[in-house]
């Protein structure tokens, strides 16, 4: 899957609220095989696997989301 | 002088991503997760959330993130509130060293580091310990990487980026 942010090429660019929801999706699915709203849902499960504190970190990023 | 936020935010995104170029092809991103602070994560451009990085034949992998608060009255004064860098293997999903930065939990330093073996090959009593460090710069992360993880650097310059990013760093640090 290819995921794209702020295609105008901005260097350095602020990730809009949906684009930081799909940051942290296609980091999920790219670690875990699962959505970003599937492990937001049961993150407990994965606290043994080696990415859990990673993606934990970016867990801010979806913040926003439900606004 | 910085006169906002963003250029602020803007330049130490910059520097941010100055020193992840010295070894992957990074882009850095940022997004306010709070009235003034803001989470940094980075990516590599082959659209991998994992930054790539080149031993010899082999990939190892870095994650690098973190989470920043800007003092707007203090000439936005940029303060690290925490950071994640880890360094992957080239075998999937195993750990090679992990550096935190982050408020107390439990009895755990603030700044610390973890060795992992997540194959568990080599029992070592150490692995996945907190070892307490103090808080460890980006740069010395990517030093560390092509000192002494052989990793190759992509850019000849990379000695001086990293000590003039870090010199910004210490100049503007307040620990």
Redesign the interface.
Same mark, same amino acid.
């Given at each position: 899957m @290819? @995921?794209a /942010? +702020?295609t105008q090429h901005e $260097? +350095?660019?602020? *990730?809009t609220t949906k684009? !930081?929801f799909e /940051?942290f999706d !296609? !980091?999920v699915r790219?670690?875990l095989h699962i959505s970003g709203q599937e492990f937001l849902q049961r993150r407990e499960e994965f606290k043994s696997n080696?990415?859990y $504190? @990673?993606l934990m /970190?970016?867990v801010? *990023?979806t913040?926003h989301a439900a606004d | 002088m910085l006169r906002t936020r963003q250029q602020a935010l803007t330049q130490y995104q910059q520097q941010l991503s100055l020193i992840l170029n010295c070894v992957a092809n990074a882009e850095v991103y940022s997004y306010p997760s709070g009235p003034d602070t803001y989470v940094l994560v980075s990516r590599d451009r082959s659209n991998s959330s994992q930054l790539k990085l080149k031993r010899g034949r082999h990939t190892l992998y870095l994650d690098a993130h973190q989470i920043i608060q800007i003092f707007d009255a203090d000439n936005f004064r940029i303060s690290t509130v925490k950071y994640i860098y880890v360094l992957w293997d080239f075998r999937p999903n195993e750990r090679v060293i992990d550096w935190h930065y982050h408020r107390r939990q439990k009895n755990s330093f603030e700044a610390h580091l973890h060795i992992r073996d997540d194959a568990q090959r080599t029992g070592h009593p150490l692995v996945s310990r907190h070892i307490p460090t103090g808080r460890v710069p980006l740069e010395d992360v990517v030093r560390f990487a092509i000192d002494e993880m052989n990793i190759g650097s992509r850019d000849s310059n990379w000695k001086n980026i990293l000590l003039q990013t870090e010199a910004i760093f210490r100049a503007n640090r307040t620990w």
């Open positions: @290819t @995921t /942010f +702020n $260097e +350095n660019p602020q *990730l684009e !930081a /940051f !296609a !980091a790219e670690r080696p990415h $504190e @990673t /970190f970016m801010p *990023l913040v | -």
